[in-house]
């Protein structure tokens, strides 16, 4: 299968946003056509050309549309933009929005991601091998309307709320995380394999928040619950035992946080509140 | 109140590098690292290293905290993180004092010469 | 010898914009000033020293004096040819400037940010999500019973606050101090703390923890905790006690919350905690506003394009998304061309990351002093202050607007940013070719 | 000399009689003129419809209530942008649009003149600063007096000559133009967190009741002749059964009417046309509050049409804002303003399926169908309370299509479509109708003797709109009719063309309107002197700093009324 790929021609010291490029935007055009595509460096209005060669391959993917970026992107705003399907291969970095409001296909990154990576998201996956930044999954300033559906995977470590005011889907961290993974969430998953900085669920209605690793503390509006030897992810059956905590009473709400025991032990003070 | 005073005689006057190149400590802090109030001193975060003038705090207790006035000195060493805020992090930093008897308070314009790299 | 005094002239150092100073000038000299705190007395008495008098351009390791029109020149050439501009500072002077400066933001597609963006920006984003109970100054003089200060030290930063228009003003319904209840909440003992009745210390960076507690306690009067942040649970389900069973309560906050781990989320916790308190009681919360016209910063950037501070033109119509169009992200990612600050000090207070790339761009300051900003820019504009040599609009804390006086002269030559800034507009709209 | 003439156009203009008659339009100066010279530009309006530019009565477009709307809500603002053009300025939607684009979009739906309805007091410097920057439009503006410390003191005293001598004060330092009252009373016990709902509750601390307020506001009205009735949003408002809130609101003023002039105008009824007891049998009282407005001569009311969507609630009314918060669940902000009023802001959905909403958007078109006289009643969303403005276009062929608002009948909550009457309404208004409502009858009743008609002398504020009312049959051809309101084909201001085929095309500064009652000297002297003595104690500035200048407003246009007093 035809991939287009895009490599980064230049070094760029401004912003440059592709909110254009994704495959199913490529999709059936001629390559000349896909060069004079808009792109903005700044606040200037450039083609695609200007910043990347462009040209078409043997595919990797078996993708109906598939596109490869190449260099260092990490400047490079919104790629996947309300994608609904194919894929996209960036081998390097990507900046902020990647994947921002996309419903479908997927998109790996062999390097980073920057901030605001799957925010909006609806459906599809995206899968990133370095860490990733701030409010994975999230939503707007001012709106609830978080990610909704979809998988995001990060190998190394996330920023600070992510999953904040997070609809559904499932994100997964492999890595350590910041503070407020979850942030006013009302439904889905966020699985921290490792360790969590802290505030873990604040403000929760609903959904649940899994951390595998150390968290400092357990915020005040929790109440523990029960001792739970496994927890689902997915079809995945994570094994603990955990802690599980509902709340965020501050918002009567119902959602859980799975707090691995072994991991925790100054946490043991809450078993005395455990009904048995 | 000796920052805002200061800053509005004038940010080249000595009154203000007096009262903003300072780093205050909790009185038994002091004691315990032999510093004396006075003292110069080299503050060092993961961000960046500067030295500033010891002082007491008059707002003491706060063992193991210290404080230095917002301003030029205080930038050499702060977190440009925002978490997506647009707001760095200037309170609540891990840093590393020693005595620095031997070296010398920068003046603002080498800050600046520092920072802008002799511009 | 000429001789005046003016009555009833606002103060422009603080968000409390006091308006009854009494200021007496001998040859356009400001001799004394009276109903002002120490800062502003300093401010009106000294703000003349180290004034910068003509503009310069940087040449050859140091400054060399330009006419203002080859000032103005160089700066829209820097301004038009710039793929992503940055202007930045505006809490200093006046709205009608501030309009000037968003028109100018527009038409040269840059970032336009104001100094919110490092004292305030978290609450602004806070309210985004939570919205904010709140009201005028003058409700909180004749109606508080309780009054909170939380991470902030208004004797030393705000030295009227607690005398005009909060625990120690005399009001229609609460005659003085004695009638209301003072709460400190702050990581040390501050001299605000020191008249507290309740003073709270919390543990750094845990402001979150403690504002999340005491919405537990007021919510279900109960924690299973011991202690929370450093503060045993009594005391904070004594503290919500305090809370539901007052008439009418406050919270001042400052950058002890905003600045301090969580950020805006600490601002969410204060505005939740707030909101929850109005089912069983009044109860509102106002940031402490730094710089005298910040509030004004944000209302004019709104007005004019929805968002309040870190507007970014690049695409032609108004974006806005704090930690992608702020200043001190744009500036520590190194991805702005120029840069125009207008009375502000960034180089200052930004840390050195984001002002180091600031002072290697083109750079244009507009100020009435020599500052470490001035002192690493490539071209400096002096300009009069708002408030003493021509009036201008501000906006206190509350939002309660205020047409400032002129007071005195500037000096000779030195214009007000409004005047340079619709020069640069003007120059810099030839330039882009603009009808 | 700048001359125009718009030719063959189908004139609607209620004031001067004229309803569909083909004529000539001259226009010389920025004025109607009885002809025009060869060497006028001339606007082909065969085939199209011409009425005076649209005026709006109630709006809320600027100040402290519509920023703090503004920077609450980016999510609002972020799905509906305006680019910068070689002309226009940029700026953003979409319920609470930027100070420009507000500007842009009445003139691109023809209107030409717009009031922002509630300003308080104490920060209507702020108010002044964005109407300056609202381009194309006319302007005034309402400041709050139903909660004023110094007003409940004056009417309790029994004060009502220099109570009126107070607010004629007060609109000289605001630059007001008209006396608003905001649920009289209760924002003030709001500064408790305490309601008042009855007409003759007591306002805690002041000894007085709603109806005092109502009644004392009134006579000071008459006293002063002001141009505009006082400008009423009820107490009780959003509470089911407050409809006779509103009957006994328009009735406890009767008695003070003379010559058959509104004395009181009820606005946004919609939220107070609530009958039932409860949420779950909420119904429509519009008949029973048209019924009344259909017998009494001294009240004209608006409705505060519902559009169903997004949009952001703001009103002076901080208790009943903190109510729809706690219904809602939505963000919540208040703004209490000393000794004078409030806000509060919260957003909201207003859904098809939901019988509330559903009800809501029933009573307002109830209302506008079942007020007989076309001259009592004016089109409003209340914006952005009931929707955004740019819905009027909707709105109206809702009123002269049967067709059109059945087809939203049938979507909306069935319960609520049993509930209201509106299903068996057949009226459907005329084109004249439309005119009365959008601009002839909202000028009429702000007194602006110069606006909302076409006669020689008037403002050349004129609309041209790509309808042809021979062929066009707006009961069947509605979309026609609602795309054409939507972008004029003209919108002249002044005698400038400011858009065509809805794009902006110029952007002068319209004028702020105000209006300045002349009192006696000794009376306003000697009620200046005891406002000073007391004013430090009220309020947190200084009473010299206090006033808006004149040389403030951009473009400021004074009109000096004679007092009785």
Sequence with gaps: MKEIVLTVKKTLNVPVECSEISPSSLAGKTLDQIRAMEVWEGNRRNSLEDIFNIKEEDGITSEDHALRIVGDASIIRKIGYRMTGGSITIEGNAGMYLGEEMSGGSITVSGNAGAWLGSKMKGGTIEVKGNAGDFIGSSYRGSRKGMKGGTIIVHGNAGTEIGCWMRNGTIRIKGSSGIFPGMHMSNGTIYIEKDCSGRAGAQITGGKVIIGGYVPSILPSFNVEEVRERVKVGEEKITGPFYVFTGDLNEEGNGKLFINMAKNPHLKWCEEYLEL | MGQGRSKEIGKLSDEYAKNVGICEFDPEDLKSLQISSGQNVRVTTNHGTVVVKAALSTQAPHRGLIFMPYGPWTSMICDPETHQTGMPSLKGIEAEVTAAPEERILTLRELVAYISGGK | MVEKTIQDAVCTFCGCCCDNLEVKIKDEKIVSVRNSCAISMSKFLNYDRERLSTPMERKNGGFEEIKFEDAIEKTASILANAKYPILYGWSLTSCEAIEIGVELAELVGGVIDNTTTTCHGPSIIGVHDIGESSCTLGEVRHRADLVVYWGCNPVHAHPLHMSRYSVQSKGRFRKGRKDRKLVVVDVRKTDTAKQADHFIQVAPNQDYELLSALRTAVKMGEIEQDSIAGVPVETVEEIAELMINCEFGIIFYGLGLTMSAGKSRNIDAALSLVRELNNKTKFLIMPMRGHFNVTGANQVTAWQTGYPFAVDFSKGYPRYNPGDTSAVDILARGECDAALVVASDPVSNFPIAASRHLSRVPLVTIDPHVTPTTLASDIVIPSSFVGIERPGTVYRMDGVVLLTRKLVEPPKGVKSDEDILSAILRRTTELKGVA | MNELQL????????????????????????????????????????????????????????????????????????????????????????????????????????????????????????????????????????????????????????????????????????????????????????????????????????????????????????????????????????????????????????????????????????????????????????????????????????????????????????????????????????????????????????????????????????????????????????????????????????????????????????????????????????????????RAGTSKSLGLSQKGHLGIGADADVAVYNIDANSVDPSRDYEVVRKALAKAAYTIKNGKIVAKDGEVVATPIGTTYWVDPKVSNDLMQQTTTSLSAKFEDYYTVRMANYPVEESYLKSPTRIEVLAEV
């Design chain 4, 7 to 438: 030719r063959n156009g189908t004139v609607f203009d209620p004031l001067n009689r004229i309803s569909g008659e083909r004529m000539d339009l001259a226009i010389r100066d920025g004025t109607i003129a009885e002809a025009v010279s060869s060497k006028a530009m001339v606007i082909d309006a065969s085939g199209m419809i011409v009425m005076p530019g649209g005026v709006d009565i109630h709006s809320h477009i600027a100040g402290s209530k519509v920023n703090s709307g503004r920077i609450l809500r980016p999510e609002d603002h972020e799905k509906d942008v305006e680019e910068r053009t070689s002309i226009t300025r940029a700026g953003v939607g979409y319920s609470i649009p930027s100070t420009f684009t507000t500007g842009y979009r009445y003139a691109r739906m023809g209107y030409t003149s717009v009031v922002e309805p509630a300003t308080p007091p104490l920060k209507t410097r702020h108010t002044h600063e964005e109407l300056n920057q609202i381009p194309i439009i006319d302007k005034a503006c309402f400041p709050l007096f139903g909660n004023n410390w110094f007003v409940m003191e004056y009417l309790k005293e029994g004060k009502l000559e220099e109570c009126a001598a107070y607010i004629a004060w007060m609109l000289k330092a605001t630059k007001g133009y008209a006396i608003k009252i905001v649920d009289p009373g209760g924002v003030e016990a709001w500064g408790w967190g305490r309601y008042l709902k009855r007409l003759d509750d007591e306002v805690p601390h002041f000894a007085i009741t709603p109806r005092e307020i109502l009644r004392g506001l009134c006579k000071i009205n008459k006293l002063l002749g002001m141009p505009h009735a006082i400008h009423v949003h009820t107490n009780n408002l959003g509470n089911p059964g407050n409809y006779l809130t509103t009957i006994e609101t328009m009735d406890c003023v009767a008695n003070l009417a003379s010559s058959g002039k509104p004395i009181i105008h009820i606005t946004h009824v919609q939220f107070t046309g609530l009958t039932g007891n409860s949420w779950l049998n909420v119904g429509s009282g519009a008949p029973e509050i048209a019924d009344y407005v259909n017998k009494h001569d001294h009240v004209t009311v608006d409705p505060g049409q519902v559009i169903f969507g997004d949009t952001t609630t703001m009103t002076a009314d901080g208790p009943f804002q903190f109510l729809l918060h706690k219904l809602s669940g939505n963000k919540w902000v208040n703004v209490d303003v000393e000794g004078e009023t409030g806000a509060g802001i919260v957003p909201f959905r207003y859904r098809r399926s939901n019988y509330v909403n559903a009800v809501q958007w029933g009573i307002g078109l109830e209302l506008m169908l079942l007020v007989k006289n076309p001259w009592k009643i004016y089109l409003t969303t209340d914006h952005p309370n009931g929707g955004p403005f740019t819905s009027y276009p909707k709105v109206v062929t809702w009123l002269m299509s049967k067709g059109a608002r059945g087809r939203v009948l049938a979507k909306i909550n069935k319960n609520a479509r049993r509930r209201l009457d509106l299903p068996g309404i057949d009226r459907e208004y005329t084109f004249e109708e439309v005119a009365i409502v959008t």
